[in-house]
């Protein structure tokens, strides 16, 4: 539980190591990258949502001078792809399954030619009927958007732990309701893009904005037909990702496909609009029926959860994700009795998938909710609830995870000091409200093959440098300063005097990337085994400058010293040269690999499915003016136990910017649909929260260790905006009364919730 | 249609035939090779391309090349006062106001006008300038913070 070390440089407030030409403009970004002869890419999309190609002409296109390459599917090999279910292409086969699906593409000299070049290809279009809600998809006879997939159902998961029926049975108090969460999107203020070149040779090399290179060769790799070899990813500086450059969409494909005919490099980058038609995937949105019982003390007996999520015409990420909303939360609370039933179903709308938070701000939303609903039933104080059921170090939750820390209790403690909660509930103002609620989240997930795992390679350099070789994927949440300072730390240099490289598949070892709250847990630990492995060779040779033991070595600061005689030193550039510069001379480089003690869970879906779990708590106290049904969130506090917090101003902005993705799904955010076709693809009529939306915030971190983490570290990147939509809620109810049951939380539905409350008296 | 615009960036005078419909921040990237300037949207509502001409920001994704001759246009290329970090950039840079830096280059020309304008400006003040510019990783709280504090360093220099 306390920390049982104290660090040198893990907890220090340094800054991000790629800060300065991030202040100055300097960074490369995606857009930023100009090959020799590049050409610029412009992709033609379906105007339908579901629609057959009768046939293309492409022949006036092609002939529109500046024009190098005009393709469609006959340019590629047809085969499928996807994540998890290979069911999307590069380019529409046949026909076209939402509005902005890329049906085909093209390569010119300058963007107003390309432009014109795609207005000039002719595409004989047969609109089909199409289905736009799940529910509506599931019945017999409706459109089939895949014509082997029967009433459009992707994946069904039936799941019962303990026995749900008796559970329910010896429940004192039954609650039950059921809530609809929306398709929210990334926004990465970046869109997505790529820089793709092709040599004669059959190699591929793409500029990619992605935040998980190795899964996007491999899908690429895969789509293009080529072995993983000559697919290279090359990471260029990202400018967020949250879940959205994660490699489900066709972006850079289309750009190799285009830069193999050209036989030139091809700049494709997203517009605005085409992110939210068909870049990053949305948030999978779901429906969910969630049923809880309680005995009279509050201990929750049974939980049952009834899932129908919305997947869009292609699958991405939507089936872990869909799993994750129906189960994880089972990880938060010491249940015993659960069953969960979940259905992902096609519709013809933009592919759902990887947010932050996965499936968890959907199931939260809902869950949490019903935790207030059965709070109030039963009298008693929702955090008091919160804390009868809380998970604990040592639990293990019906699905076989494993939790080898847990301080949820203490950050129940922290956020009801920081809120105020005892006092303010004791002296409630009129209309002002407070809500709470719990989350747990994962550091790292085992479901891409059966590896959780990440590797490492630090190379020490005759300065006394290191330089870490790392494929995983920084894409501006600050895990590479974290890295750094994990480095630092084990090798006792100072963190100034380590440096990390971009990701490049060439030239670093596997990695999954920067997805399920990871990369400090699971890349944090391969960075500290490479730093032993280098902190090894290192000692040997010192141990021979120094005439000592090795076992009586430490280093600190850039120089190793002999235990208890401090005077006798050596600097690790000295030593490194010393270990160079000689017969039989080799570099002291390292390499270090981690996997997480971690189960691919069976076909029930049982297993361990993480590492190590992170937890927290939130509150709000919110203000309903009933006159006009706005919120105004007056205070939010927010606990997180996410082990050691190696990198302070990272881990901060982490809960910060958690916040404030949390707020827009909550209140402003989600993509409007007619028919299928988004109707408010751009930033003015889709608000993300601007520095004018965002509450006062307290934060602070619990005193946490993980056994298992590197320095005591695990994840905390997604924690922060899972229960959000939930607490401003709970929050609205306890000011008012209502609850609207449908994100996001507009004034118009909460003063229609208030007029159905007068109308029932 | 091109035609030939003289104008300065950063201080040094510039002459170049450009298509008068081309935008000021594809002018930018993409003829000149200045690329700090970020485009977030391309349609005025994310402050992301923020840049100077003749003093005010501007969003340049929103201005015509034609517009431009004579213009002195500043971009956060030129906002380092010799080599050293304009006091803005260095809080930015101490308080964590950049996560992945993409809003970053738009934040800080648009700090700077609101400081030019206002050398002690209230945290109302502050969101009220700045909320045109839009930071999905941040929350903006540190970007806050650093404007106090880049306000501070300026007041006492
Ligand atoms: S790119 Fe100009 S305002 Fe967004
Ligand atoms: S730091 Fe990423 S958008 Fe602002």
Redesign the pocket.
């Known amino acids: 539980m306390a920390k049982a070390e104290t660090f040198s440089v893990v907890g220090q407030r340094v800054q991000r190591i790629e800060g300065f030409e991030k202040v100055t403009g300097d960074s490369k970004f995606i857009a930023d990258i100009f090959l020799p002869g590049m050409l610029v890419g412009k992709v033609l999309r379906s105007p339908f949502p579901h629609a057959r190609i009768r046939h293309i002409d492409i022949s006036k296109a092609e002939r529109l001078p500046g024009v190098r390459a005009v393709v469609t599917a006959e340019d590629t090999i047809k085969r499928p792809w996807g994540a998890f279910f290979a069911d999307q292409y590069i380019l529409s086969v046949g026909k076209a399954r939402y509005v902005g699906e890329e049906v085909a593409a093209v390569a010119a000299i300058d963007p107003d030619i390309a432009e014109e070049a795609v207005d000039l290809i002719e595409i004989d279009w047969e609109p089909l009927p199409g289905v736009f809600d799940a529910e509506e998809a599931m019945k017999d006879g409706a459109p089939l958007v895949h014509d082997d997939k029967p009433n459009n159902i992707a994946m069904t998961l039936d799941i019962e732990r303990g026995n749900i029926a008796q559970a329910f049975a010896e429940s004192d108090v039954i609650v039950e309701d059921t809530f609809q969460s929306m398709p929210q999107w990334h926004c990465?203020?970046e869109t997505i893009g790529s820089v793709a070149e092709y040599a004669p040779s059959g190699k591929y090399t793409i500029y990619m904005n992605t935040q998980t290179l190795f899964n996007a060769r491999y899908r690429i790799a895969a789509a293009l037909g080529v072995p993983e070899t000559d697919a290279r990813i090359i990471q260029s500086a990202v400018?967020?990702g949250f879940g959205g450059k994660s490699c489900d969409d066709n972006n850079a494909l289309v750009a190799a496909v285009l830069a193999r005919k050209a036989r030139k490099p091809v700049k494709l980058i997203n517009t605005r609009e085409e992110e939210f038609l068909a870049g990053c995937r949305p948030r999978v949105y779901m429906k969910i029926n969630v049923k809880l019982g309680f005995k009279k003390d509050g201990r929750i007996r049974a939980k049952q959860v009834k899932v129908i999520a919305d997947n869009g015409a292609y699958s991405a990420k939507a089936p872990a994700i869909t799993g994750v909303a129906a189960m994880r939360h089972d990880t938060c609370y010491k249940y015993t009795d659960v069953k969960t039933e979940a259905k992902l179903v096609y519709t013809n709308k933009v592919p759902t998938g990887a947010f932050r938070g996965f499936g968890n701000p959907s199931a939260e939303w809902a869950v949490e909710q019903a935790i207030d609903l059965g709070a109030h039933e039963l009298g008693i104080d929702p955090i008091e609830i919160a804390r009868i059921n809380a998970a604990e170090s040592g639990y293990v939750s019906p699905h076989g995870n494993r939790v080898t820390s847990c301080e949820l209790k203490q950050c129940l403690d922290m956020a009801e000091k920081m809120i105020g909660w005892k006092t303010k509930r004791a002296n409630k103002a009129p209309n002002t409200g407070l809500g709470l609620a719990c989350t747990v989240h994962v550091s790292g997930k085992r479901h891409f093959g059966d590896y959780d795992g990440s590797s490492a390679t630090i190379k020490l350099n005759e300065d006394g440098k290191a330089l870490i070789l790392s494929g995983e994927g920084e894409c501006?949440q600050g895990a590479h300063t974290a890295m750094c300072q994990i480095a630092a730390e084990e090798l006792g240099i100072r963190v100034e005097d380590v440096e990390i490289s971009r990701a490049d598949t060439d030239l670093t070892t596997f990695c999954l990337g920067a997805f399920a709250s990871r990369l400090t847990y699971v890349s944090g630990n391969a960075v500290k085994n490479a730093a032993t492995n280098v902190k090894r060779q290192l000692f040997e040779q010192a141990a021979e400058m120094l005439e000592a033991n090795l076992e009586d070595l430490i280093s600190r600061d850039g120089r190793v010293f002999v235990k208890g005689a401090e005077g006798k030193s050596v600097t690790v550039a000295d030593v490194a040269r010393a270990r160079l510069f000689r017969h039989n001379g080799a570099p002291i480089v390292g390499s270090g690999s981690f996997d997480a003690d971690s189960v691919l869970p069976d076909s029930t879906r049982f297993g361990n499915e993480s590492g190590a779990y992170n937890y927290g708590v939130q509150a709000a106290e919110v203000h309903v003016d009933p006159e006009t049904g706005q919120v105004r969130v007056l205070n939010f506090v927010i606990a997180s136990d996410c082990g050691t917090v190696i990198y302070p101003m990272g881990a901060e902005g982490q809960v910060e910017g958690g916040l404030a993705q949390g707020i827009g799904y909550a209140l402003t955010e989600g993509l409007q649909f007619d028919e299928g076709r988004p109707v408010n693809p751009n930033f003015s009529d889709y608000r993300i929260p601007s520095m004018r939306d965002m509450p006062p915030l307290k934060y602070a971190f619990a005193d946490s260790y993980e056994p298992t983490g590197p320095f005591g570290a695990k994840g905390l990147g997604e924690l922060n905006m899972d229960p959000t939509a939930a607490v401003i809620n709970n929050a609205i109810f306890d000011a008012v009364g209502v609850r609207v049951k449908n994100l996001p939380i507009t004034p118009e539905k909460i003063l229609k919730a208030l007029r159905d409350k007068e109308k029932k008296g | 249609m091109k035609m030939n615009i003289q104008f300065s960036l950063n201080g040094k005078s510039i002459s170049r035939d450009v298509p008068t419909h081309r935008l000021l921040l594809d002018l930018l990237r993409d003829e000149i090779g200045v690329t700090g300037t970020k485009e977030g949207c391309g349609t005025g509502d994310c402050g992301a391309c923020t840049v100077f001409l003749n003093g005010k920001p501007v969003n340049s994704c929103l201005v015509l090349s034609g517009e431009l001759d004579g213009a002195e246009i500043v971009t956060i290329e030129g906002l380092k006062i010799g080599p050293e970090l304009h006091p803005i950039q260095k809080t930015f840079l101490q308080d964590g106001g950049?996560?992945?830096?993409?809003?970053?280059p738009g934040?800080l020309m648009m700090s700077k006008a609101l400081l030019d304008e206002n050398p002690n400006p209230s945290e109302e003040e502050i969101r009220f300038a700045l909320a045109g510019n839009l930071?999905?990783?941040?929350g903006y709280a540190k970007i806050v913070q650093a404007v106090q504090d880049a306000a501070a360093l300026l007041r006492n220099r």
Do not use: E, L, P, W
Not at chain 2, 98 to 104: L, S, V
Not at chain 2, 135 to 138: G, P
């Open positions: 990465s203020i400018g967020g501006g | 950049a996560q992945c830096g993409y809003c970053t934040m930071c999905r990783c941040t």
